[in-house]
Structures are given as C-alpha cells and as structure tokens.
C-alpha cells in the first residue's frame, strides 16, 4: 500500500483521525501539545498517529491535504484543519459540535 | 535570519492583503494576522491554503511554524469595530 492510500485508509477507517508529532502523553511540539489539549477538552475519542515514527507519513500527509504543517485533524475522512483552525473551531463550538456528530 | 517583516513581504508578493502582521523574533516561530479580499467565499481551510500557498517552499525550508488568524476585510472591520 503506498503512503497516500495508508494515510485514506487511517483516516475513514477511525471517525477522528490526529496526525501529530509525539504521541497525546508525550507531544513533541506545542502545536500538537495544544491539538491534544483541545481533543481532550471534547472528551472525545481519538485515533493519534506519530508522524516522527514514520518519515513517509511525515512527508505524504503534507499532500494528501495540501497542508504542509502537522498537527491536522481529520474527522470522518475529512480535512478539518491544525491547530489554529482547531482552536477557533473550538472556542466558537463547531469543534464539539462536528465531534458529537461521530459519537 | 527569516524576519518577520521578510516573511511580511513574501506574503504580500503573492496575495493581495488589506492588513498584515507577522510577528516573531526567533527566525523559525511565527504568528500572522492576514486580511484579504482573496479570502471571501472562502472556509477558513482554504484562506489558510492561500497563505500556504503565497509562502510555497519557503514554508517546507525555512518556516518552522507559522500560526495565523485570517479574515475578510468584511469580517476584520467588524473586529476593529468591537475594539
């Protein structure tokens, strides 16, 4: 299976999907550690994939939604946004709203 | 050492902005406030594409991390009007 149809299958394959560096008990970056933060505010369950443990999905997630930053979260197969769009979700409750949806 | 300002510059070379304001001092880290008419009709998913965009390379090469707030010069001119 090549990268991009790895990164399909994790993302419609789990209703929501974070790309991160480190892992939610240990983020290696303030940006994922604030994406986490804010998951855990939703009390909502998630699927996190280190992108530091693999270089290819490190580089493939930067195209598969034309976004070339991580943390990106990803909610029934669609691309919601990183950090900052997730914090503004967030605090106006679409986030919690959008999440509720997949419980 | 990327400035704020240059970052500034290579933004506005490629999209059309009413305001703009990058801050950051440290080369890598940035924070942007982004107003342009390029945004309207626009989720706020592809106004930040746009700014990505404007950015090209230099966003995989120099830019370790930029946050940004971007607005329509409709929705900007609300803001200011609640300051």
Known sequence: MDTQELIKSQVTGNPVVLYMKGSPKFPQCGFSNLATQILNACNVE???IDVLADQNIREG?????????????????EFVGGS???????ESGELQTLLNATK | MLSAQQLEAYITQNLACDYIKV??????????????PEFVGKNMVK?????????????????????????????????????
């Open chain 1, 46 to 48: 998630y699927v996190a």
């Open chain 1, 61 to 77: 997630i930067k195209g598969y939604a034309n976004w070339p930053t991580i943390p990106q979260l990803y909610i029934n197969g």
């Open chain 1, 84 to 90: 900052d769009i997730m914090r503004a979700m967030y």
């Open chain 2, 23 to 36: 801050l950051g001092d440290d080369g890598t880290h940035f924070e942007a406030v982004v107003v342009s």
């Open chain 2, 47 to 83: 106004q930040h594409q746009l700014v990505y965009a404007a950015l090209g390379e230099r966003m995989k090469a120099e830019i370790h991390a930029l946050s940004m707030k971007t607005f329509t010069p409709e929705a900007w001119l609300k803001l200011k009007g609640n300051d």
